[in-house]
């Protein structure tokens, strides 16, 4: 179990709360011959710049850059310089913050992944001209309906393929068999065949990239396993589409709370169906669907009619806070809540965090640099931890002001009663 840490010993030489651009100016760097601007596909946009220059081209991109979900910014340049007194890093701090004043809500919330690439191709100033400079940025997929029918498909299927499982483990019925004579190596045996089952339990999600890199990411698993000995609780689930890499890890660890008692229930939330978003308000979002109880009819028919009834239309937002209030009508015995969420995505309704009077266990999903701080601030409010792939962090509750805590070699601060992103270079006394 990992608790919080202080930082008591140390001296500060530089620090910076919220976006620190001299970290981001001085990743480390991808090379490459030249970039392909063609190679790009419907989730990502070019953010075009003059070669050496840090001027947006398009300032018009704004919108899309608000409206979607940034999962990825690359800042590409060429290694060429027409004068030895260039400083490339200088530059890409500019860059950096030319995009940031351009979409500061972006930089205000930096889970996103970033990359460094620098072209050895171009010779000369003329060529370079030529060649791509700027950002390249990737979204999460929008949800069509299109990937709502796979992703109910894939949905049925996985139901389908456990279903298949249970009967056969479950199957006490004399099988037939038959006795084979066979040879080997001048012996004689009498081997006895019976039928031979294998269920691929997963079946492949549908084609996505995004969702391929997540598959791996067991956050859900590692961190039930954790929890073993938890009162009374009920899980509230993220079934958005961006979730389908964790709902096998899910399905797996209800069936195994079927006969505990301590589970109360289980629901599911996709942010309100196929409701535009002009019409979705905190707290009345909608889009919510309890399963009364664990036994597996009960969920698959919950999970599949939260997927069937929209994705949540791919915006930034998702209305945790009301499905955990909901979870506490219906389930009023609840001790603590199980919230399985998405790293990326913020709380349409974070203001009323306070509202929830049990302690909530975050399993944060596909936090693979830095943590999602609502979640943080949800965790401390109500007295519970976050869970990430390998780490559990708990008693947030005790931090106090300007307490900074490291998680995945990311610093932040409680300032002002919430969590920030911390940067800071330290010496230790």
Same mark, same amino acid.
């Given at each position: 179990?990992?608790?919080?840490?202080?930082?008591?010993?140390?001296?500060?030489?530089?620090?910076?709360?919220?976006?620190?651009?001299?970290?981001?100016?001085?990743?480390?760097?991808?090379?490459?011959?030249?970039?392909?601007?063609?190679?790009?596909?419907?989730?990502?946009?070019?953010?075009?710049?003059?070669?050496?220059?840090?001027?947006?081209?398009?300032?018009?991109?704004?919108?899309?850059?608000?409206? @979607?979900?940034?999962?990825?910014?690359?800042?590409?340049?060429?290694?060429? @310089?027409?004068?030895?007194?260039?400083?490339?890093?200088?530059?890409?701090?500019?860059?950096?913050?030319?995009?940031?004043?351009?979409?500061?809500?972006?930089?205000?919330?930096?889970?996103?992944?970033?990359?460094?690439?620098?072209?050895?191709?171009?010779?000369? @100033?003329?060529?370079?001209?030529?060649?791509?400079?700027?950002?390249?940025?990737?979204?999460?997929?929008?949800?069509?309906?299109?990937?709502?029918?796979?992703?109910?498909?894939?949905?049925?299927?996985?139901?389908?393929?456990?279903?298949?499982?249970?009967?056969?483990?479950?199957?006490?019925?004399?099988?037939?068999?038959?006795?084979?004579?066979?040879?080997?190596?001048?012996?004689?045996?009498?081997?006895?065949?019976?039928?031979?089952?294998?269920?691929?339990?997963?079946?492949?999600?549908?084609?996505?990239?995004?969702? +391929?890199?997540?598959?791996?990411?067991?956050?859900?698993?590692?961190?039930?396993?954790?929890?073993?000995?938890?009162?009374?609780?009920?899980?509230?689930?993220?079934?958005?589409? +961006?979730?389908?890499?964790?709902?096998?890890?899910?399905?797996?660890?209800?069936?195994?709370? !079927?006969?505990?008692?301590?589970?109360?229930?289980?629901?599911?939330?996709?942010?309100?169906?196929?409701?535009?978003?002009?019409?979705?308000?905190?707290?009345?979002?909608?889009?919510?669907?309890?399963?009364?109880?664990?036994? +597996?009819?009960?969920?698959?028919?919950?999970?599949?009619?939260?997927?069937?009834?929209g994705s949540g239309g791919g915006e930034a937002k998702e209305n945790d806070v009301e499905a955990m209030l909901l979870g506490l009508?219906?389930?009023?015995e609840a001790k603590s809540i199980v919230l399985i969420a998405d790293n990326y995505e913020k709380m349409r309704d974070y203001e009323?965090?306070?509202?929830? !009077?049990?302690?909530?266990?975050?399993?944060?999903?596909?936090?693979?640099?830095?943590?999602?701080?609502?979640?943080?601030?949800?965790? @401390?409010? !109500?007295?519970?931890?976050?869970?990430?792939?390998?780490?559990?962090?708990?008693?947030?509750?005790?931090?106090?002001?300007?307490?900074?805590?490291?998680?995945?070699?990311?610093?932040?601060?409680?300032?002002?009663?919430?969590?920030?992103?911390?940067?800071?270079?330290?010496?230790?006394?």
């Amino acid at each position: 179990m990992r608790f919080f840490y202080l930082f008591t010993l140390l001296i500060t030489l530089q620090s910076v709360v919220g976006f620190d651009v001299n970290h981001y100016a001085k990743s480390n760097v991808t090379n490459i011959n030249t970039f392909n601007r063609s190679a790009i596909h419907a989730d990502q946009i070019l953010i075009e710049m003059p070669f050496a220059k840090e001027i947006i081209l398009n300032k018009e991109q704004k919108k899309q850059l608000q409206k @979607r979900v940034v999962i990825k910014i690359q800042l590409i340049y060429t290694q060429y @310089r027409t004068s030895e007194k260039f400083n490339q890093i200088e530059l890409n701090k500019k860059r950096l913050l030319e995009l940031k004043k351009l979409v500061p809500e972006v930089f205000d919330f930096p889970v996103w992944e970033y990359e460094l690439i620098s072209q050895t191709d171009g010779n000369s @100033r003329e060529e370079c001209n030529k060649m791509f400079h700027g950002f390249v940025v990737t979204f999460r997929p929008n949800t069509t309906s299109d990937f709502i029918a796979e992703e109910n498909d894939y949905i049925n299927t996985l139901l389908t393929n456990f279903s298949k499982k249970d009967s056969l483990e479950n199957d006490t019925t004399p099988k037939p068999f038959y006795i084979e004579t066979r040879w080997d190596n001048g012996y004689v045996y009498d081997t006895i065949w019976g039928e031979k089952i294998e269920i691929d339990l997963y079946p492949p999600l549908p084609p996505n990239p995004y969702l +391929s890199s997540l598959h791996k990411d067991s956050t859900v698993l590692n961190a039930f396993k954790r929890i073993a000995n938890a009162q009374d609780f009920i899980i509230v689930t993220d079934a958005t589409g +961006s979730m389908m890499p964790f709902y096998s890890q899910v399905i797996i660890w209800l069936k195994e709370q !079927t006969a505990n008692v301590n589970a109360k229930g289980c629901l599911f939330f996709n942010d309100g169906d196929a409701k535009s978003s002009d019409k979705k308000l905190p707290l009345e979002t909608g889009g919510i669907y309890v399963a009364k109880s664990l036994q +597996s009819e009960e969920i698959n028919k919950s999970l599949n009619k939260c997927t069937s009834g929209g994705s949540g239309g791919g915006e930034a937002k998702e209305n945790d806070v009301e499905a955990m209030l909901l979870g506490l009508k219906y389930f009023p015995e609840a001790k603590s809540i199980v919230l399985i969420a998405d790293n990326y995505e913020k709380m349409r309704d974070y203001e009323f965090i306070d509202k929830i !009077t049990v302690p909530v266990q975050v399993f944060l999903c596909g936090a693979k640099s830095f943590v999602n701080t609502q979640y943080l601030d949800l965790a @401390r409010i !109500t007295k519970g931890s976050v869970y990430v792939e390998h780490e559990e962090i708990n008693n947030l509750h005790l931090l106090q002001e300007n307490d900074i805590i490291t998680i995945n070699n990311r610093d932040y601060m409680l300032k002002n009663g919430v969590f920030i992103y911390y940067y800071a270079e330290k010496e230790v006394l």
